[in-house]
Antibody, heavy 116, light 109 residues
């Protein structure tokens, strides 16, 4: 059974940083491209970015609102996906979901609240 | 900035049929945009329903179908069940980027 479990969310002040983790199991993680999607409270879904597999160069792509501030990385030895959130803004407050790149499997999400 | 537009809300009677649509600000939606559809119920993570226009996941109920209709992507629910009441999101691919629609709140009444 595919499982994606996010962790690392919490309350952080504007301008600060946070790192989210996503532990994957039930599939061959290193073969898969992975993505992050977020959802602000009471709002719709927003694609954040994705990382290709190591075989495909481990390259990344990001949505415009987070480009240059967020970084996606992976550790295939730990079956773990990461999202580094820097220079956080209040508008980054959201539940962050880890997904397979085809968006067929989703974690339960991790809430990040950016507030002073 | 690319905008993907869905109906904000729709209402359907149990047993009825309803079609949700997904439009792109760049023009007609084609299969090259790989339309995806997702269902989200309150307090839950989204669940994938349809990928690449009309392909169903193994868990997608048969009453859900995807298509292209009049330059838009479409999700049709036939024989709607009370448990289909939810928010539905479409997603379009723009090269490496993906953009979600704003969502359609489907009420079964």
């Amino acid at each position: 059974e595919v499982q994606l479990v996010e962790s690392g969310g919490g309350l952080v002040k504007p301008g600060r940083s946070l790192r989210l983790s996503c532990a994957a199991s039930g599939f061959t993680f290193d073969n898969f491209w992975m993505s992050w999607v977020r959802q602000a409270p009471g709002k719709g879904l927003e694609w954040v970015g994705r990382i290709k597999s190591k075989t495909d160069g481990e390259t990344t792509d990001y949505a415009a609102p987070v480009k240059g501030r967020f970084t996606i990385s992976r550790d295939d030895s730990k079956n773990t996906l990461y999202l580094q959130l820097n220079s956080l803004k209040t508008e980054d407050t959201a539940v962050y979901y880890c997904t397979t790149d085809l968006l067929d499997y989703w974690g339960q999400g991790s809430l990040v609240t950016v507030s002073s | 900035q690319t905008v993907v537009t869905q109906e904000p809300s729709l209402t359907v009677s149990p047993g009825g049929t309803v079609t949700l649509t997904c439009a792109s600000s760049t023009g007609a939606v084609t299969s090259g945009y790989h339309p995806n559809w997702f269902q989200q119920k309150p307090g839950q993570a989204p669940r994938a329903l349809i990928y690449s226009t009309s392909n169903k996941h193994s868990w997608t109920p048969a009453r859900f179908s995807g298509s292209l209709l009049g330059g838009k992507a479409a999700l049709t629910l036939s024989g709607v069940q009370p448990e289909d009441e939810a928010e539905y999101y479409c997603l379009l691919y723009y090269g490496a980027a993906r953009v979600f629609g704003g969502g359609t709140k489907l009420t079964v009444l």
